[in-house]
């Protein structure tokens, strides 16, 4: 479930890095809920990481968690890119 909500961020933050100039007010709330979205999906990541016993195979999630993990990362990487990126389109003044 952790991976999923990190593939979200990972999918919100895309869409607002790709349409940073299209949307109204400049991709700045995409770019806010794919941090969170990110940041969530991989911190239940680590923490599912934290306390799984065995490895991979054991069916204890490992390989979802280390999934969930790179994946919120790449989600809140791209979503601090989509706010970057709307500070330097929106007008001076």
């Known amino acids: 479930m952790a ?3 990190a593939l979200g ?6 869409l ?3 349409f940073v100039r299209r949307i109204g007010n400049g991709g ?3 770019g806010i809920v794919a941090l969170a979205v990110g940041l969530t999906g991989g911190l239940n ?7 799984a016993d065995g490895g991979l195979g054991t069916g ?8 969930a993990l790179v994946l919120g990362l790449v989600g809140a990487a791209l979503g601090g890119l989509a706010l970057t990126r709307s500070h330097r389109t ?4």
């Open 60 to 67: 204890n999630g490992v390989f979802g968690g280390a999934v």
């Open 3 to 5: 991976a999923l909500v």
């Open 90 to 93: 929106e007008p001076s003044g």
């Open 45 to 51: 990541g680590a923490v599912n990481l934290a306390v």
């Open 28 to 30: 700045r709330r995409g």
């Open 16 to 18: 607002a890095l790709r």
């Open 9 to 14: 961020g990972v999918v919100i933050g895309w």
